[in-house]
């Protein structure tokens, strides 16, 4: 088969390197080249497991003191931004 192939610089010196150091042709390089990557076994990956876990508030947790917290945050960074004159 005959086809059209544009080799980065770096990889059409690459296998002209080989090919001069193996005495053969840059087409025998370059075949020899793509199936070696092509027959290259690629590693199975492990599959990944979420371990899932409930979300939903613990027992006895008073809300109450996590609002106040927040409008507390909230007010100290009203006037954090004032005093920046924002």
Do not use: C, W
Request: hydrophobic letters at 40%; proline letters at 6%.
């Amino acid at each position: 088969m005959r086809t059209t192939v544009t080799l980065d610089p770096d990889v059409g010196a690459r296998l002209k390197e080989l090919a001069r150091e193996r005495d053969v042709s840059f087409k025998e390089v370059l075949n020899a080249t793509i199936r070696a990557g092509l027959a290259a076994e690629t590693p199975a990956s492990r599959r990944f497991v979420v371990k899932a876990r409930p979300l939903g508030p613990r027992p006895g947790t008073d809300f109450s003191r996590v609002l106040r917290l927040a409008d507390q945050l909230e007010d100290e960074a009203i006037v954090h931004k004032l005093e920046l004159g924002k």
